[in-house]
């Protein structure tokens, strides 16, 4: 009986292929759309990322994430310094500045000012070059993703010089770092030179980043910068976690892939349901002659179970392929570095892909159930 539900099914090829497009179109919609969410959200989570060494970071009460702070005073370096269990602290900045470029072109840009003696505060890879040029006067370090946006595809930034507050910045290197949500062009450079290249205030370190000592959690060094300095402290997941909340909770983002996911859904719905309820009304004759030489509801539900999972399989391969396809596609453009796809995400549309099979199939089996043996012979 299975063997000739699937001839049924596929006896009718232009059905057969409008279910398989129908469930591999709204797999593709609700993967991609999700893989995108996903990896958009968690690049608010990459200055923190970036920043490997860094295991507490401490700021103003009042800061919320890498881009959203204020600036802390000079003391509070010395008084991190001095809470038992915290290994060592280094300052760390963060600011927006505006930079001219050779070209005349005037770009935004986020300034990173670093540790002088460790440079505590690079990412931890280089795509091009070493850490080691930031003792060379002026020397900047320019995020791969940036550079591209600065300079153009296949256009080298080593050497350029740039102009930033009056003040001559050359890059020298390339760091291979995750994006931030903005894609913004990212310089590093020490901090001493940080502080000439941002307007001056009488507060520019944004924070502090805190090494644990042996035998210790962050989270209880953490606690202890709190209780003695008063200032915020957060371990880096829970800062990076920090990040990605707040583009949840301040941008329209998670409303815009939302609205997409649900129309994904009620696309599949309404395609799917359509071509299977033309099926069953063309082969309603088919199971009424089943019906006719004894063959169960209970029956025929397995018969349709099986063709519409035989439907579902195939459609969401397609889709989940079409998705790799897609990522694989763009994977040399700067504004996909690091995209991949979650393993919840493929669980999420198989879980969609069977509920729009079980909402169709029950619509299309009323029929068929109410169809009467005796009918095939009239």
């Known amino acids: 009986m299975l063997w000739i539900a699937i001839r049924m099914l596929t006896g009718d090829k232009q059905k057969f292929y409008g279910l398989v497009f129908g469930i591999a179109f709204s797999t593709l919609l609700i993967t991609q759309q999700l893989t995108i969410f996903v990896n958009l959200?968690?690049?608010?989570?990459?200055?923190?990322?970036?920043?490997g060494e860094a295991e507490v970071w401490v700021m103003d009460p009042v800061s919320r994430t890498?881009?959203?702070?204020?600036?802390?005073?000079?003391?509070?370096?010395?008084?991190?310094?001095?809470?038992?269990?915290?290994?060592?602290?280094?300052?760390?900045?963060?600011?927006?500045?505006?930079?001219?470029?050779?070209?005349?072109?005037?770009?935004?840009?986020?300034?990173?000012?670093?540790?002088?003696?460790?440079?505590?505060?690079?990412?931890?890879?280089?795509?091009?070059?070493?850490?080691d040029v930031l003792s060379q006067p002026d020397s900047v370090i320019i995020d791969d993703v940036g550079a591209v946006n600065m300079f153009?595809?296949?256009?080298?930034?080593?050497?350029?010089?740039?102009?930033?507050?009056?003040?001559?910045?050359?890059?020298?290197?390339?760091?291979?770092?995750?994006?931030?949500?903005?894609?913004?062009?990212?310089?590093?450079?020490?901090y001493s030179q940080a502080l000439n290249y941002v307007p001056g205030t009488r507060n520019r370190m944004s924070f502090v980043l805190a090494g644990v000592a042996d035998g210790l959690t962050a989270e209880e060094v953490a606690d202890r910068i709190e209780s003695q300095t008063?200032?915020?402290?957060?371990?880096?997941?829970?800062?990076?976690?920090?990040?990605?909340?707040?583009?949840?909770?301040?941008?329209g983002i998670p409303t815009n892939f939302g609205i997409t996911v649900v129309l994904g859904?009620?696309?599949?719905?309404?395609?799917v349901g359509l071509t299977f309820s033309l099926f069953i009304r063309d082969n309603i004759k088919q199971f009424g002659a089943l019906k006719a030489i004894g063959v169960t509801n209970g029956r025929i539900l397995r018969m349709v179970t099986v063709q519409a999972a035989l439907v579902g399989l195939i459609g969401y391969g397609l889709g989940v392929l079409g998705t790799v396809a897609f990522l694989w596609g763009f994977s040399g453009s700067p504004f996909f570095k690091g995209f991949y796809i979650p393993w919840q995400i493929p669980l999420v549309s198989l879980v969609a892909v069977i509920l729009i099979l079980a909402i169709t199939g029950v619509l299309a089996l009323r029929s068929v159930f109410r169809t009467e043996p005796a009918s095939v012979f009239r």
């Open 41 to 51: 959200i968690e690049r608010g989570a990459s200055g923190a990322y970036n920043v």
């Open 152 to 190: 153009g595809e296949g256009r080298d930034p080593i050497g350029e010089r740039l102009e930033l507050n009056d003040q001559r910045a050359v890059v020298r290197a390339i760091a291979d770092a995750t994006p931030s949500f903005t894609s913004q062009v990212t310089l590093y450079t020490k």
């Open 66 to 131: 890498t881009d959203v702070a204020y600036a802390l005073p000079p003391t509070a370096l010395d008084a991190v310094r001095g809470v038992p269990g915290v290994d060592w602290a280094v300052p760390h900045l963060r600011s927006s500045a505006s930079v001219r470029t050779r070209d005349g072109d005037l770009e935004g840009v986020a300034i990173i000012g670093v540790d002088d003696a460790t440079l505590i505060g690079l990412p931890k890879r280089m795509a091009e070059g070493s850490i």
């Open 230 to 251: 008063g200032l915020k402290a957060e371990t880096r997941d829970e800062f990076a976690q920090a990040g990605v909340d707040f583009i949840i909770e301040n941008t």
């Open 265 to 271: 859904f009620v696309v599949g719905v309404a395609i």
